[in-house]
């Protein structure tokens, strides 16, 4: 047997399968043609252009590969020179500045209220 719930006693009740389905009078939806995509179509026509691939500029893979993999003593995360220091150096400043912040609240957060 299928139940439905009655809209006036707010209590269970028999009902037939096509309501039980079907509640309230809620029907399946038809569907609808999907709309076209906005991006669909390329901007750039292969035609257009000389060459399928077109780079911003040259390849710096190899040399960075080169660079890096240098077995020199410098950490990887320094081995670029003066900006990887400054990053580094304001990273470790915030952290520890952080940290001190921190345990400051937490002290006063800690201590009673005059």
Known sequence: MYYKLSGITQRLTGSA?????TPQGLK????????TMV???PTKLVSESGSMVE?????KVPDLQRLFQ???GIPVHLKRGV??????????ALTIGGAMYCLVALYMAAQPRK
């Open 70 to 72: 240098l077995s020199d």
């Open 39 to 41: 991006f669909a179509t």
């Open 55 to 59: 780079y911003l500029g040259a390849n």
């Open 83 to 92: 900006p990887d220091k400054l990053l580094y150096r304001t990273t470790m």
């Open 17 to 21: 399968p096509s309501t039980a389905y």
């Open 28 to 35: 399946p939806a038809t569907p609808v043609q999907p709309k």
